[in-house]
């Protein structure tokens, strides 16, 4: 299955710690995208991004809150010094760039700040 | 900008029943529209989507939704549920023209329960 992978799954942080969650999009996709689903919410975009390109960062906290999609590798998105408020489920999806709204998603990271 | 609003939070239906959601858009601008599934503990996965053409759009597992520009809605409906329909349904937005990518707005969500 070549779908959007997302890992890792679950994560528990203390707050202050970082947080790194990784995206390898669909074989052949080039555009990511990145949002947050707060509980009894819906998706909030945070980010695309293209290889080595941040597109549009405009959902993206303008503190502690980073991605990146290097020429080799997954997309990262780094949370520094979390708080008990960046406890979400975080997802990541993926095109091919067309823009006809179609977009791949991965089963998601859950992050759990104590 | 665009916005979505999702009038109900929670559906609860019989199994066998009719389901119709309702999803009203928000933009100064023509729209792409979506509806995406999300089952328990996975990601969203495309149902159907409306880019141009007959109001009227199927998707998969038996679903669809029709676009009304008056009304600015866009309500998904399903004839009979089944159990495996248990699940979070969200509307989508993207602008039809000038915007690069693929990114959506989407609404708060509407979980459905099929009972049996």
């Known amino acids: 299955n070549a779908g959007v992978m997302q890992n890792p799954r679950h994560l528990v942080r203390r707050r202050g710690q970082e947080a790194r969650l990784r995206c390898s999009p669909m074989?052949?996709?080039?555009?990511v995208y990145w949002y947050r689903q707060l509980p009894e919410e819906g998706l909030k975009f945070m980010v695309y991004l293209q290889k080595e390109n941040i597109i549009d960062e405009s959902g993206m906290p303008k503190e502690r809150f980073s991605a990146e999609f290097p020429k080799e590798g997954p997309s990262i998105l780094r949370i520094q010094q979390v708080v008990r408020g960046d406890s979400a489920a975080y997802f990541c999806?993926?095109?091919?760039?067309?823009?006809?709204?179609?977009?791949?998603f991965g089963e998601g990271s859950r992050l759990t700040v104590l | 900008a665009q916005s979505v609003t999702q009038l109900d939070s929670q559906v609860p239906v019989f199994e066998e029943a009719p389901v119709e959601l309702r999803c009203n858009y928000s933009?100064?601008?023509?729209?792409?529209l979506f509806w995406y599934v999300q089952y328990p503990n996975q990601g969203l996965q495309l149902l159907l989507k409306y880019l141009s053409g007959s109001t009227l759009v199927k998707g998969i597992n038996g679903f669809e939704a029709e676009f009304n520009k008056s009304q600015t809605s866009f309500h998904l409906r399903k004839p009979s549920v089944h159990i495996s329909d248990t699940a979070e349904y969200f509307c989508a937005v993207k602008p039809a023209l000038g915007a690069a990518g693929n990114k959506l707005t989407f609404g708060g969500g509407t979980r459905v329960l099929v009972k049996p």
């Open positions: 933009s100064s601008v023509s729209v792409y």
């Open positions: 999806a993926s095109s091919q760039g067309q823009n006809t709204g179609e977009l791949f």
């Open positions: 074989k052949g996709h080039s555009h």
